[in-house]
């Protein structure tokens, strides 16, 4: 609807129950897609008052709606999911090595806090907690703030995966028990393995999507010819 110009910016969103029906959406699911569209700065939730479409501006979306623009120009953020599939299972193999006892139990922590039925932004937050913590694990200062710099390019990429792709929070939620295990039970290689099936199902899917982009844009443009 704002692509479309039927909400424009500054707009009020109309009632949850009317959307919800106008969409054939159930409301559970709307709040969470408001959620994260809040998180990449489109919506603006003003409690009490109700949700509005921001200005646009792009000084507000730049940083935000990065991933917009790789997703529809380019494929950048890929080369980003690249080496996250190098240096991540590397860290994870490290950690199941080195990482602490301590350090281990909080991750185990950390991943039974989310619950079995997250948000997007809830999950999406989680994640990059637990990446980070296997990051630090790996005893490498140098390895984890790489890893840790290539985290913020790829969020949004992860927002929008968990919005369009109905397995990808339990995906998430279950290759992430199986990383924590392998660390925990200090098993580097499976820790390394699990680690490179995570990053590349996120890399797998947005190259499909980039992919699905290209031609939906082509078959527009022969269509407008």
Same mark, same amino acid.
């Given at each position: 609807?704002?692509?479309?110009?039927?909400?424009?910016?500054?707009?009020?969103?109309?009632?949850?129950?009317?959307?919800?029906?106008?969409?054939?959406?159930?409301?559970?699911?709307?709040?969470?897609?408001?959620?994260?569209?809040?998180?990449?700065?489109?919506?603006?939730?003003?409690?009490?008052?109700?949700?509005?479409?921001?200005?646009?501006?792009?000084?507000?979306?730049?940083?935000?709606?990065?991933?917009?623009?790789?997703?529809?120009?380019?494929?950048?953020?890929?080369?980003?999911?690249?080496?996250?599939?190098?240096?991540?299972?590397?860290?994870? !193999?490290?950690?199941?090595?080195?990482?602490?006892?301590? !350090?281990?139990?909080?991750?185990?922590?950390?991943?039974?806090?989310?619950?079995?039925?997250?948000?997007?932004?809830?999950?999406?937050?989680?994640?990059?907690?637990?990446?980070?913590?296997?990051?630090?694990?790996?005893?490498?200062?140098?390895?984890?703030?790489?890893?840790?710099?290539?985290?913020?390019?790829?969020?949004?990429?992860?927002?929008?995966?968990?919005?369009?792709?109905?397995?990808?929070?339990?995906?998430?939620?279950?290759?992430?028990?199986?990383?924590?295990?392998?660390? !925990?039970?200090?098993?580097?290689?499976?820790?390394?393995?699990?680690?490179?099936?995570?990053?590349?199902?996120?890399?797998?899917?947005?190259?499909? !999507?980039?992919?699905?982009?290209?031609?939906?844009?082509?078959?527009?443009?022969?269509?407008?010819?």
């Amino acid at each position: 609807m704002i692509t479309d110009g039927a909400l424009r910016p500054g707009d009020r969103l109309p009632r949850e129950a009317d959307l919800a029906e106008h969409l054939g959406l159930s409301r559970s699911s709307l709040r969470e897609a408001v959620r994260a569209l809040s998180l990449i700065r489109v919506l603006d939730v003003r409690q009490g008052d109700g949700t509005y479409v921001t200005s646009l501006e792009p000084g507000l979306l730049l940083d935000a709606m990065a991933f917009v623009v790789d997703f529809h120009r380019d494929d950048t953020v890929l080369q980003f999911f690249e080496v996250r599939r190098i240096l991540e299972p590397a860290a994870a !193999a490290m950690a199941a090595r080195l990482m602490t006892d301590e !350090a281990i139990a909080k991750l185990g922590l950390l991943l039974d806090e989310l619950g079995p039925a997250p948000t997007v932004d809830q999950l999406v937050a989680n994640d990059i907690q637990f990446h980070s913590s296997i990051a630090a694990g790996s005893g490498n200062p140098l390895l984890c703030s790489l890893i840790e710099g290539l985290s913020g390019p790829t969020q949004r990429a992860r927002i929008w995966r968990g919005l369009t792709q109905e397995t990808a929070v339990s995906r998430t939620l279950a290759e992430h028990r199986a990383i924590y295990e392998a660390i !925990a039970g200090r098993q580097p290689e499976i820790a390394r393995s699990w680690a490179t099936v995570h990053i590349a199902g996120v890399e797998q899917w947005l190259r499909q !999507a980039l992919a699905d982009h290209a031609e939906h844009a082509e078959q527009d443009g022969h269509g407008s010819r």
